[in-house]
């Protein structure tokens, strides 16, 4: 049978961290095997669902890569199916109505507590033949009292649940409305899912869920449940952690391929490699070397991986990218030079896009101040002979290119019989309003001929009113 896999998130809020690598491991299994990859929405908690949360996880998915075979298939759509599901166990016996009403319940479970027993329902409606009178029933499946289920994990290894510490789930609500354990039995047997990869939080559910299958004769998956991720306090990864969803990631200036590479390393390696490209992740990656351990984010590591791609990304593909960040700053990137060659330029000292776009703004818009400690240093009465020498020689290069530009600020340095930063460093500050820039040259050849000498003119005039 072909590999397929599913991720299913809830839509009740972003698309988080460790929701998204779930989806990854579940695509790189898929891809590795030449399996289906498949997305569902899990919309049937009706109340807290929203299509602003389908979205962010449809954006999340999009931005990261993660593109799915089959779907989005919505679960609301297919409350049918799970209609007449639930009425083939009820006509086969492995379901039943129940009317016990909520008071009845609390009541019990204070007994078994005080007893101290496990709460659980104790199948008092599994007999009862009459309905009674004003209470819709819910609808529970009979779970077997006998036996054990054996769960062959591929993270956790051979997990063995007696049936007799299961309880008979609700499979439906009151209004007639799924529940979790029912929909999804549903949906990975409609979906002929064959590895079920999922956070360890699922694993109580699953022995529940292998028992509906096999009360409907049904195949069972494989599973394999992926150990949760902590903050740097042990703690579960929350807001208080930082940034948790993916989508934010991106607001802060990071690749899509960096925070893949981070998640996928996030509980799985391949000895001591660090960084992967995605066709080395669908190669190397096996989902029994998933880690057993809660894995801890480190937002440092993700910081290196992210600087390592900008270093080593493609130009074009970061420039991309950086176009995103540069428009949600209010700059339209074709009024300046081509970000592909920013990129090239400032990719050493910037570690994230969002640093990178905010330091070239001055290559799309003037400034409306110096930078008040590098003009008093830089913008003085010795450096404006220099930018005026430097004005002359820069209208009469032959060409507005790094090589011709350099030897200008060199000769201008020479003739005044000063280093080259003190040419080099006024000029700095007086077209890009700060001491630290790529190189003077390089700087010169991005910002072009007419930006430049109407700044370095626009310094002159600045530091003659200071005199």
Not at 80 to 95: F, N, S, V
Request: proline share 5%.
């Amino acid at each position: 049978m072909s590999t397929r896999t599913r991720f299913a998130p809830s839509p009740t809020g972003y698309l988080h961290i460790g929701g998204a690598r779930t989806a990854l491991f579940s695509w790189l299994y898929a891809r590795k095997h030449g399996g289906t990859f498949i997305l569902r929405i899990e919309d049937t908690d009706l109340e807290r669902s929203t299509v602003e949360s389908v979205n962010a996880i449809l954006e999340g998915m999009t931005w990261l890569g993660l593109e799915y075979d089959e779907g989005p298939f919505y679960q609301t759509h297919r409350f049918d199916r799970y209609k007449e599901i639930i009425q083939t166990l009820l006509d086969t016996g492995h379901a039943y109505r129940c009317y016990c009403s909520k008071e009845e319940l609390e009541v019990l479970r204070a007994e078994q507590m005080a007893n101290k027993l496990k709460p659980r329902y104790d199948g008092r409606c599994r007999h009862r033949s009459e309905p009674r009178e004003g209470v819709e029933p819910v609808i529970r499946f009979r779970n077997p009292d006998e036996g054990e289920v054996v769960i062959d994990d591929c993270v956790k290894g051979r997990v063995v649940v007696k049936n007799g510490e299961l309880d008979d789930l609700i499979i439906a609500r009151s209004d007639g409305s799924p529940t979790y354990n029912l929909s999804v039995v549903v949906d990975d047997l409609d979906m002929r899912v064959t590895h079920v990869i999922r956070g360890d939080d699922h694993l109580n559910n699953t022995p529940r869920q292998i028992n509906i299958l096999k009360a409907l004769g049904a195949e069972l998956p494989r599973y394999a449940h992926v150990p949760m991720i902590l903050g740097a306090d042990g703690a579960r990864l929350s807001k208080r952690h930082g940034a948790v969803s993916v989508m934010q990631y991106r607001d802060e200036g990071y690749l899509p391929e960096a925070v893949l590479n981070y998640l996928v390393r996030l509980g799985w390696s391949h000895g001591d490699q660090e960084v992967f490209s995605i066709d080395e992740m669908i190669e190397l990656f096996d989902v029994q070397h998933i880690n057993h351990s809660a894995s801890t984010f480190n937002p440092d590591k993700l910081l290196w991986l992210n600087h390592h791609y900008l270093m080593h990304g493609d130009p074009l593909h970061v420039a991309h990218h950086l176009r995103w960040h540069l428009g949600q700053m209010g700059v339209d990137p074709t009024d300046g030079p081509d970000p592909v060659e920013v990129v090239k330029a400032q990719r050493e000292r910037n570690k994230n896009l969002v640093d990178m776009a905010q330091s070239s703004l001055f290559f799309y818009r003037d400034f409306e101040t110096y930078d008040e400690k590098a003009a008093r240093k830089n913008l003085t009465e010795q450096s404006a002979p220099l930018l005026q020498s430097l004005t002359e020689r820069l209208q009469s290069v032959p060409a507005w290119r790094t090589e011709y530009l350099h030897a200008a600020v060199e000769a201008t340095a020479e003739a005044a019989g000063v280093k080259l930063g003190a040419v080099a460093q006024p000029l700095r500050v007086a077209v890009t309003g700060t001491s630290v820039s790529p190189p003077i040259d390089i700087t010169l050849e991005l910002l072009g001929r007419e930006k430049t000498l109407a700044r370095i003119t626009r310094a002159l005039q600045f530091t003659a009113k200071k005199d």
